[in-house]
Structure formats: structure tokens, C-alpha cells
């Protein structure tokens, strides 16, 4: 497991600082079939036939009140069994969770829906059950109805909806019922993209307004603009915790390498050694206190290669931070036939193209073609205008325009 964040989060220890506490938490399954026949239970073999699935494995981490956590991991990860278990719909086989504050869980919206009855009905039974008052639903029912956008069906029984109508919606009326902390299962996936943008601003507006909360999604560029951190899931364990860029841009890297990373051996993953990089300084040229769009940007690389490289060069990267490739990239391969022993590697870029935004500077070391050691470090890049850079993309392109 790699721990992006720069400390590991904390053990639960009563901190009312944070809303969500999970210290170790596992959950396991049994898969297969089981006997239920008098003389296998009586002889204790009813059990054999069944094996253990671990579909969440060891994960800890702490939400602060307010604050708002991503997780993301493909199909099968573990997010939606670690979600139910943050929401007591399931009980940890192994760790500790703690909730502080009334919790609505949207994890299959309007599966609680009673299909007799409308959907202005069941908007007032769900909040009757956490107990808000007639007259509060009376004042929040307008919203409901123009955020689920269902029309007249508001007022027809919920067994003539559609599986999108009731997600709408369910959704429409969870976030309406006062909750102090969300927990979130793809719910901004359904309806057209008017629906989804209104629910995106609307879980914002939630969490401005002191909700914390947790979110499972595949959108990735949602999580890494509203997210405080992501959590980041693969076959039940942790990956990665931390800044939403760069545990985004790990999880990208990562999905991309997948194949070529079960293909590669043993002894070829063992060849990459970062520690051959020993030393990455970035600062502005100009005397900056950043590095800024259209300005000089200086490098400053060590080496520490106890071992002979052959026809040996350095290639630097640029990707964003959410993992997409730049289309930027340097190459040094000045350092002779062979080079063995320390050195320092300095250069400059004199005017950065890349646009305002974070990024992630990757330096390969290469011997003989193949590469041999691979560092990277963030790089955020800011405009130089006062009011943000209206551009969009990767490159600032040189250009001359006329007005007639």
C-alpha cells in the first residue's frame, strides 16, 4: 500500500474534530453454500464447503466535520461494502467506526419508497422516520419537487416511476432531510447532465453549509475539483490517502500500467530504483515565489549510481495532475558512454508553456534505452493574472491576433 497523504490518519481516539473515524476496519464475507442439515450441524461440518472473501481489507482513515472525502477504486474495489460499513448496514468483521452526527445514507435512492403511495407522500413519510416536522417538509417541498424534475408524476403512485424517476427523486429528497453527515454511493450518475450538475452543486452547497461528507464515484475530475481527499481502493485495500490530485494522478498511472505491470518480472520491477535519483530541486529562474506561466522554471538533479549505466540520459515529463500527458517533455543525454558515481544535473526551462494548474514533473533515468529509476514531484504552475487565467488545455500557444 502506498500512503500519499504525509501522515498516516489517526487511530480513532474521541477526536471531535472528525465527523467519521475508521480505524482498521475489514469486512469479510463467506462465499459458497452452506448446509443446513440437523447432522452437519450437529457434527460441525456445515461451514466446510464455504470460503472467506475479504471485500475490505485494513483501512483507516478520518473525515473532518465539514470536510468532504472521495473514494474511487474500479468495479470490485471495495467502495460501496466500505461505504455500507461507514453506515452500519454492515458490521466490520475486524476495526472500528465512528460516526458523530445523524447520517443519511444515499446508496440505492428510492429503494425505500412505498409504491403505493406518490411521490410527494413518500417525500413526507421519509421525513416523518428522522423526524422532521410536517411544516419543515411543507417548506422544503417546492425544492424537492423542482430538483427531481419528474412533473405530474410527483403526485402518482411510485410503482408507475422508472428506475431513473425514483433515483431523482430519492436523491431529491435525501438531501433535504437535515443530514449532518452524507455518505454517497454514485448518486449524482443518474439523470441527464442538468440533473447531474444541479445534484453536484447541491452536494457542494451541502457541504459549505457544515455537512460532511463521503463520496463514491468514477468521475474522477468531480472528486479533484470538490474533494478535500481521496481515498483510493484496489481489491479491498488501501492504495492511497491523501490530496485529491495526487492520489488521482497514482490511480490513473496506475489503471494505465495495469497490464504492462502483470506482464513485467519480478526482476525487471526490481531494476527501477528511485533512490538513483537522489535529489530534485524546482524553483522559478526569475526569483519567483512560484513558478508562473511564460516564466523560466530551473532544475537541479543528483545522482547516486553505484553501479555502471550504459549510453545512460535523463527524460523529464510533464502530466497533469490528474494524470493526463502533457504534450511537454525534455531529454539529457549528455553524460557519455557510460557514467558510474554521483553528479549534479542542473538546466533550465526559460519560458514554462504550461498553463495555469497542478501538475507532476516525472524524471526517468535510462540505461542503455531502459529505464532504471523514476521520481516525480508536484509542480503547481499559477497565472500571473490577478483574476485567474481564463485558458483552458495544457500549452499556452504563441499567436497574433488583429481587430478590424
Request: net charge negative; with cysteine.
Amino acid at each position: 500500500m502506498t500512503q500519499t497523504a504525509h501522515e498516516a490518519p489517526p487511530d480513532p481516539v474521541d477526536d471531535h474534530r472528525y465527523a467519521i473515524e475508521a480505524s482498521h476496519v475489514s469486512k469479510r464475507f463467506m462465499l459458497g453454500s452452506r448446509s443446513t442439515s440437523i447432522k452437519d450441524r450437529l457434527t460441525g461440518f456445515s461451514d466446510r464447503s464455504r470460503t472467506e472473501f475479504w471485500a475490505v481489507r485494513d483501512v483507516s482513515v478520518a473525515v473532518e466535520k465539514g470536510s468532504m472525502l472521495g473514494v474511487i477504486g474500479r468495479n470490485g474495489s471495495g467502495k460501496s461494502t466500505f461505504l455500507r460499513t461507514l453506515g452500519g448496514i454492515y458490521r466490520p468483521t475486524e476495526g472500528e467506526v465512528r460516526i458523530r452526527g445523524r447520517v443519511t445514507a444515499l446508496l440505492e435512492l428510492g429503494a425505500g419508497f412505498h409504491p403505493e403511495l406518490t411521490g410527494r407522500e413518500n417525500a413526507y413519510m421519509n421525513g416523518a422516520v428522522v423526524g422532521l416536522s410536517r411544516d419543515y417538509m411543507d417548506d422544503v417541498m417546492g425544492a424537492i419537487v423542482e430538483m427531481a424534475d419528474i412533473g405530474t408524476f410527483i403526485d402518482a403512485p411510485v410503482e408507475t416511476y422508472s428506475s431513473g424517476m425514483k433515483a431523482r427523486l430519492g436523491f431529491a429528497v435525501s438531501v433535504q432531510l437535515q443530514p449532518e453527515v452524507l455518505l454517497a454511493d454514485e448518486i449524482t450518475a443518474v439523470g441527464d447532465i442538468t440533473f447531474r450538475e444541479h445534484g453536484t452543486r447541491r452536494m457542494q452547497a451541502l457541504r459549505e453549509s457544515g455537512v460532511t461528507i463521503v463520496q463514491v464515484s468514477h468521475s474522477l475530475s468531480m472528486l479533484q475539483d470538490t474533494c478535500d481527499q481521496v481515498l483510493w481502493l484496489h481489491q479491498g485495500e488501501m492504495m492511497g490517502l491523501g490530496d485529491p490530485a495526487e492520489v488521482i494522478a497514482d490511480y490513473m498511472a496506475h489503471a494505465a500500467s495495469d497490464t504492462l505491470t502483470q506482464a513485467r518480472s519480478a526482476a525487471a520491477a526490481e531494476a527501477v530504483r528511485p533512490e538513483l535519483i537522489s535529489r530534485i530541486d524546482v524553483s522559478p529562474a526569475d526569483g519567483r515565489a512560484e513558478p508562473t506561466v511564460g516564466h523560466g522554471l530551473r532544475l537541479m538533479i543528483g545522482l547516486d549510481v553505484p553501479e555502471e549505466l550504459v549510453r545512460p540520459s535523463l527524460r523529464l515529463r510533464f502530466i497533469r495532475g490528474n494524470g493526463a500527458p502533457t504534450p511537454y517533455g525534455i531529454t539529457f543525454a549528455e553524460m557519455g558512454d557510460t557514467f558510474v558515481g554521483t553528479a549534479a544535473i542542473s538546466g533550465e526551462v526559460p519560458e514554462l508553456p504550461l498553463l495555469n494548474g497542478r501538475y507532476r514533473l516525472v524524471i526517468e533515468l535510462l540505461s542503455d534505452g531502459e529505464i532504471v529509476s523514476v521520481r516525480k514531484v508536484p509542480l503547481d504552475v499559477k497565472s500571473p493574472l490577478l483574476d485567474g487565467d481564463p485558458n483552458t488545455g495544457f500549452i499556452e500557444l504563441e499567436s497574433s491576433w488583429l481587430l478590424s
